[in-house]
C-alpha cells in the first residue's frame, strides 16, 4: 500500500527497480510498485533532477480507505470537550470542511 509515481520534472536520471535499469528524462512518470527494491539517480553530476512524487497511502488515509483491521472500534460518543457537539461516527469535523473550501478558492483543491 505505498506504491508511488514520480513526475520527473527537471532533469535525467535511471532508477533500479528490483535489479532492473530504467531510464527517465523530463516529462517521464516512474513508478514503483509495492515491495519493489528500489533506488532513484541522477545522471548529470552538475544539474539536478527534481520531481513531484505522488503516493497512495496518504490518499487512501485521509478518505479512510485503509481496508485494514482495526485493534480497537472507534468510539460512538464525541469525547468530552471535543468542541464539536451532536458529532456523530463518520462525520467531519466542520473546521477540516471549512479548511477545504478555503483552499479551494485559492485553486489548491
Same mark, same amino acid.
Given at each position: 500500500?505505498?506504491?508511488?509515481?514520480f513526475?520527473?520534472? $527537471?532533469?535525467?536520471?535511471?532508477?533500479?527497480? $528490483?535489479?532492473?535499469?530504467y $531510464?527517465?528524462?523530463?516529462?517521464d512518470i516512474a513508478?514503483?510498485h509495492?515491495?519493489?527494491?528500489?533506488q532513484?539517480?541522477n545522471?548529470?553530476?552538475?544539474?539536478?533532477?527534481?520531481?513531484?512524487?505522488?503516493?497512495?497511502?496518504?490518499?487512501?488515509?485521509?478518505m479512510?480507505m485503509?481496508?485494514?483491521?482495526?485493534?480497537?472500534?472507534?468510539?460512538?460518543?464525541?469525547a468530552?470537550? $471535543?468542541?464539536f457537539?451532536?458529532a456523530?461516527?463518520?462525520?467531519?469535523?466542520?473546521?477540516?470542511?471549512?479548511?477545504?473550501t478555503?483552499?479551494?478558492?485559492?485553486?489548491?483543491?
Amino acid at each position: 500500500m505505498n506504491e508511488a509515481a514520480f513526475y520527473i520534472l $527537471d532533469g535525467e536520471g535511471y532508477e533500479i527497480h $528490483d535489479g532492473v535499469r530504467y $531510464d527517465w528524462s523530463a516529462g517521464d512518470i516512474a513508478v514503483v510498485h509495492n515491495n519493489c527494491v528500489h533506488q532513484h539517480f541522477n545522471a548529470d553530476p552538475v544539474k539536478p533532477a527534481r520531481a513531484l512524487v505522488l503516493k497512495t497511502k496518504p490518499m487512501y488515509m485521509f478518505m479512510n480507505m485503509l481496508f485494514q483491521h482495526l485493534v480497537e472500534p472507534r468510539p460512538t460518543e464525541p469525547a468530552p470537550g $471535543d468542541g464539536f457537539s451532536g458529532a456523530r461516527v463518520g462525520a467531519r469535523p466542520q473546521s477540516l470542511e471549512i479548511k477545504v473550501t478555503k483552499e479551494r478558492k485559492h485553486g489548491l483543491g
